[in-house]
T-cell receptor, first 114, second 114 residues
Framework: GQQVMQIPQYQHVQEGEDFTTYCNSS?????IQWYKQRPGGHPVFLIQ?????EVKKQKRLTFQFGEAKKNSSLHITATQTTDVGTYFC??????????????FGKGTLLTVNP | DGGITQSPKYLFRKEGQNVTLSCEQN?????MYWYRQDPGQGLRLIYY???????QKGDIAEGYSVSREKKESFPLTVTSAQKNPTAFYLC?????????????FGDGTRLSIL
C-alpha cells in the first residue's frame, strides 16, 4: 500500500524556537491534510493542500505542498506550550480516484520546554 | 452540538471474548472510518464505509468486523481472533468518502486485555 513517511518522529524545543515536520511520499499525491493530536486527545483537522507549490498560513503555522506534489511541510514559528502534541500528515495518491482512502504518516511528537 | 460520540471511553476484554465499540455521528456525514492507534505507529485504517449498507476493509481488518445499517452508526466488533487488541480506537467521519474531505474524530476508546 501507499507509504507516507514523516520526520522527525520526535522534536523537543525551547519555547520561542521554530519547529518543522516533513512528510514525504514516493508517489504523486492528490492532496495532503494535516492534523494535530493533543496528548490524551483525538486528531483535529488543521488544513488541506491540493495545488502544486501551495502555501497556506494559519497564524504561526505555515503549510507547504511541494512542486512535485510528493512532499509537504508544516512549520511553526516561535513555538508556544500550547503547540505541544503530535502532528500528522495524511495523503491520498493521485491515481486513487474518488474511492481511495487517506493514509496517515506516523506523526511527529512536539514537546515544548517553557 | 454536532459531533461524533464514541463509547465506552475505556473497555476491558477477557480472553476469547468479542467486544463492540460504539460510534455515532450527528453530522449527517456519508463516510465513516475506524482507526487503530498504537504508540509510535500513527493511525492505521481498520474498516471504512462510504455509504449506508456498504463497507470496505482497510489495512488491518483481520480480527475485526463492522456494520453500517444506519447512516449515523458504525459499530466495530473486536473478535477473539484479534490476538493483540490492546490499543486506542478512533472513529471518524467525513462528508463524503474518497480521501479529499476533512475527517472529524471522536474521543476514542481505549481497549485493554484483562
Amino acid at each position: 500500500g501507499q507509504q507516507v513517511m514523516q520526520i522527525p518522529q520526535y522534536q523537543h524545543v525551547q519555547e520561542g524556537e521554530d519547529f518543522t515536520t516533513y512528510c514525504n511520499s514516493s508517489t504523486t499525491l492528490s492532496n495532503i491534510q494535516w492534523y494535530k493530536q493533543r496528548p490524551g486527545g483525538h486528531p483535529v483537522f488543521l488544513i488541506q493542500l491540493v495545488k502544486s507549490g501551495e502555501v497556506k498560513k494559519q497564524k504561526r503555522l505555515t503549510f507547504q505542498f511541494g512542486e512535485a506534489k510528493k512532499n509537504s511541510s508544516l512549520h511553526i514559528t516561535a513555538t508556544q506550550t500550547t503547540d505541544v502534541g503530535t502532528y500528522f500528515c495524511a495523503a491520498t495518491p493521485s491515481w486513487g480516484g474518488s474511492n481511495y482512502k487517506l493514509t496517515f504518516g506516523k506523526g511527529t511528537l512536539l514537546t515544548v520546554n517553557p | 452540538d454536532g459531533g461524533i460520540t464514541q463509547s465506552p471511553k475505556y473497555l476491558f476484554r477477557k480472553e476469547g471474548q468479542n467486544v463492540t465499540l460504539s460510534c455515532e455521528q450527528n453530522l449527517n456525514h456519508d463516510a465513516m472510518y475506524w482507526y487503530r492507534q498504537d504508540p509510535g505507529q500513527g493511525l492505521r485504517l481498520i474498516y471504512y464505509s462510504q455509504i449506508v449498507n456498504d463497507f470496505q476493509k482497510g489495512d488491518i481488518a483481520e480480527g475485526y468486523s463492522v456494520s453500517r445499517e444506519k447512516k449515523e452508526s458504525f459499530p466495530l466488533t473486536v473478535t477473539s481472533a484479534q490476538k493483540n487488541p490492546t490499543a486506542f480506537y478512533l472513529c471518524a467521519s467525513s462528508m463524503e468518502g474518497g480521501g479529499n474531505q476533512p475527517q472529524h474524530f471522536g474521543d476514542g476508546t481505549r481497549l485493554s486485555i484483562l
